[in-house]
């Protein structure tokens, strides 16, 4: 089983559905804003724009409130060999999280750009993974992303209730660089409870969750590592950027 387009996704996220998904984001946000509960938002605005279940998805991950937004974009970083002085970042990495999104986009699945300008997919998976026919590329990307990123020494952390979890780690340790990066792989019971303190503690990470990025300290940051190692693929077309352009009134 692929990570691509589900049957209806071209219509659902074509261009004209992308206005009314702007749109959406915009009045959903003004809700978070003003402290309504989130499932009781999301099902209003989903009615008043007449969305389907699969766009209303897109929203839940891709809306937050205005100033986690503007927090998570404040905190991200383009190049980790300018932290620490120079020396390049400590990186740990959301393993699954980063994997699936680059598999998703090499199979032109559906991206969604949040309002907060992260990159995340539409896939689910929820305690099993499998291994599809973007893996290995999806990892060797990831990897070249790294090498090229400044990191001065990398934490991979999987989920090791999720099946396969030890075997995609073996594949990860064996793409280790040669090039003296120090390249820690680990599978534990709750990886983003370890990403959450390794954010508080001010180290840089490589995620998604929300949860992961609005617990990053006053020295934390977060790398858009899935994005870097997708930026050159046409898969990016299929991303449906949630902020609305110059060119929307919302």
Not at 32 to 40: C, L, M, N, S, T
Not at 53 to 63: D, F, H
């Amino acid at each position: 089983m692929g990570r691509g387009k589900q049957p209806k996704d071209a219509a659902l996220f074509d261009a004209g559905a992308r206005v009314a998904l702007v749109r959406a984001a915009n009045d959903l946000q003004w809700l978070y804003d003003r402290d309504y509960p989130p499932r009781a938002s999301l099902a209003l605005v989903g009615n008043r724009h007449e969305l389907v279940a699969r766009q209303r998805e897109a929203l839940q991950r891709g809306v937050c409130r205005s100033d986690l937004a503007e927090a998570r974009a404040r905190a991200r970083v383009d190049e980790l060999g300018q932290l620490d002085g120079g020396a390049g970042a400590s990186l740990w990495i959301d393993g699954f999280n980063q994997v699936i999104t680059v598999e998703a986009a090499l199979a032109e699945g559906v991206l969604v750009r949040g309002v907060d300008g992260v990159l995340r997919d539409m896939s689910s998976v929820h305690g099993s993974y499998r291994r599809v026919a973007q893996t290995h590329e999806a990892l060797a990307r990831l990897v070249a992303a790294i090498e090229q990123s400044g990191a001065r020494e990398v934490h991979w952390r999987f989920d090791r209730p999720v099946s396969n979890s030890g075997r995609v780690a073996a594949w990860v340790r064996e793409l280790a660089p040669r090039s003296g990066l120090r390249w820690e792989v680990e599978c534990v019971n709750d990886p983003d409870a370890v990403l959450a303190e390794a954010a508080k503690s001010g180290a840089c990470v490589a995620s998604s969750d929300a949860w992961i990025l609005d617990a990053l300290g006053p020295a934390g940051s977060h790398f858009a590592l899935a994005e870097a190692a997708i930026a050159d693929r046409a898969a990016l077309r299929n991303c449906v950027d949630l902020r609305p352009g110059p060119e929307f009134e919302v």
